[in-house]
């Protein structure tokens, strides 16, 4: 009895867990903390046999060292706050959800369906605002203050995701199948379109070689559909929508104004400059950083003595999670960080060999993965409540199922 109550509430809480989380401000939270509370009710209550192969071992350790070394950093260089533990200890919490996952047998349509519906309303949210409200760049409701970067990246990954539910989805529903996932899909990407997001943009090559990888295998003749589709997509996009032209064009001026040896240019010379900060931190104090929340301080330190250029004295984060934590927190925060990116590859990197629902499962962790680490490259995500948890659960949802589904090789690294 107790295994179907929690099999009934963990489907309710997939299914809705991406509708709610983008439809409104802090609604992530509130599910989050819903699956963190029954995952670890029944673990306390069923306590289930774990029997953790080492891939998974690996990916607990790696979850685990970075809000370690985070409580480490704040005991060395005591920060004026605690909330800078806040986010990094959403990846212990989330593991209790990966557990229960993997634990319990109810079927992954709902994590499916969630994700098909998650990805239709963002869309229609974006539709709403750029056409009936004349938002220039849209940015929804899901953070506050209203960031078009955030919405636009969480429409991005899922309206990819929504290509993976399509062997799953056509079991369901056979050729209907087809058009509801094109509809997700497009939806998805057309939040991210039109929220002008040209950090998620970049995500693009990699998601699509691993698209690629997904439907082809190892035929990597494949992959040079993945090139020719994106300079497809952002000719017809840029045609279609004025403002995705515009940020492209945006986006080759920089290039040029840094190519002409203009590096303080446009977003892409502030976030070089930015880089340069955080590694001239680094070089001062390589073991233990600045310390959690200096690095805005140091910085306007050294635009007061001249090292650097006003233009970028607003910012209070390096823009690259690295080369952020590699300022505040010196290699002992780095060398997890890096851990850890290696742990959410690795673990889904071993099931893609496998076949049937756990390759999918697998590929979708990648694509996540990949996304999620990618956009670091541009975005302190620790620093944000909602990338915080939002691309964890997702992961976890992912990994939950596909290690529940795999066959059991509790011996070995590698799956052939």
């Not at 673990?43 to 774990?50: G, H």
């Not at 899901?142 to 955030?150: A, D, K």
């Not at 635009?303 to 505040?328: D, K, R, V």
């Amino acid at each position: 009895m107790s295994e179907r109550i929690f099999n009934s509430s963990f489907s309710i809480l997939l299914l809705v867990f991406c509708p709610i989380s983008i439809a409104w401000l802090g609604n992530i939270g509130i599910v989050g903390f819903l699956l963190f509370i029954l995952s670890l009710l029944l673990l306390v209550i069923t306590r289930p046999s774990l029997n953790l192969t080492k891939e998974e071992k690996f990916f607990v350790f790696s979850m685990i060292a970075f809000p370690l070394a985070t409580l480490l950093s704040m005991y060395i260089n005591p920060p004026n706050s605690y909330k800078y533990f806040d986010n990094p200890s959403r990846l212990i919490v989330v593991l209790f959800i990966f557990f229960a996952i993997r634990s319990l047998k109810f079927s992954v349509k709902f994590f499916y369906w969630g994700i098909l519906l998650g990805s239709i309303l963002i869309g229609s949210i974006a539709a709403y605002q750029a056409f009936e409200l004349g938002i220039s760049r849209v940015s929804g409701f899901i953070s506050s203050p209203n960031n078009p970067i955030t919405f636009g990246n969480a429409g991005m990954i899922l309206g990819v995701l929504s290509i993976f539910t399509f062997k799953k989805m056509k079991d369901s529903l056979g050729v209907y199948a087809i058009p509801l996932i094109v509809i997700a899909a497009s939806m998805g990407i057309l939040a991210s379109l039109l929220s002008g997001t040209r950090g998620g943009w970049i995500s693009l090559p990699f998601l699509l070689v691993t698209i690629c990888y997904w439907v082809f295998g190892v035929k990597k003749r494949f992959l040079i559909l993945a090139p020719i589709i994106i300079v497809l997509f952002f000719i017809l996009a840029a045609s279609l929508i004025p403002s995705v032209e515009s940020r492209l064009l945006a986006s080759w001026y920089n290039i040029e104004a840094i190519g002409q040896g203009d590096w303080t240019s446009g977003s892409f010379g502030a976030r070089l400059e930015m880089w340069y900060a955080a590694c001239l931190m680094f070089i001062d104090n390589p073991g233990f950083g600045v310390g959690l929340g200096q690095y805005y301080v140091v910085k306007k330190e050294l635009i007061a003595g001249g090292i650097l250029s006003q233009t970028i004295s607003s910012f209070p984060y390096a823009h690259n999670e690295l080369i952020h934590y590699l300022a505040e927190m010196g290699l002992l925060g780095f060398l997890p960080l890096v851990l850890l990116y290696a742990g959410w590859l690795f673990l889904p990197y071993q099931y893609t060999q496998n076949g049937g629902q756990t390759r999918d499962l697998a590929y979708m962790a990648m694509v996540i993965a990949v996304f999620r680490i990618d956009i670091g490259l541009s975005e302190v995500q620790f620093n944000y409540h909602f990338t915080s948890f939002f691309y964890l659960i997702l992961f976890v949802f992912a990994v939950g199922f596909m290690c529940r589904e795999a066959p059991a090789q509790k011996n070995s690294w590698a799956r052939a």
